[in-house]
């Protein structure tokens, strides 16, 4: 459940503190990642993965694998199929389980702030 959790989430850093990265529209609808994230509804991140997917998808997919591989060192464990941060409870070692979230999505921010082109500049040469 951790990969799925990540995008949106990832998106969500990287439109609040990278925003030369995303136009107006992205920017406004960014912070609603953190929510849909939290609550493991990954379809947040399909309107930018849709909008630049060379870049987007890729960032996603490492930052993922990053938190599950956190999340397997950790030996965490999640016995519920969907929920999110309400699956918390039940979540076999949730300390580590919250580190790999937080480090997946960290993971997925700093690769888009890497692989995304500048806004302001594409705009202009547009």
């Known amino acids: 459940m951790i990969g ?5 989430i990832a998106i969500a850093l990287s439109t609040t503190f990278n925003k030369a990265k995303w136009n107006a529209q992205e920017l406004k609808s960014g912070p609603v990642n953190y929510l849909m994230g939290l609550c493991f509804i990954t379809e947040g991140a399909i309107p930018y993965a ?4 060379l870049r987007v998808i890729p960032s996603c997919m490492i930052g993922s694998g990053v938190a599950g591989a956190v999340c397997a060192l950790f030996n965490c464990a999640c016995p519920a199929p969907h929920g999110g941060i309400f699956t ?12 790999s979230l937080v480090a997946g999505s960290v993971a997925g921010a700093l690769m888009l702030a890497v692989l995304k082109k500048n806004q302001a500049k594409a705009e202009k040469k547009a």
């Not at 849709?50 to 997917?53: F, M, Q, R, V």
């Not at 918390?88 to 580190?99: C, D, R, S, T």
């Open 88 to 99: 918390f409870a039940v979540v076999e070692h949730p300390l580590g389980y919250l580190i």
């Open 50 to 53: 849709a909008s630049d997917p």
């Open 4 to 8: 799925g959790m990540v995008p949106p």
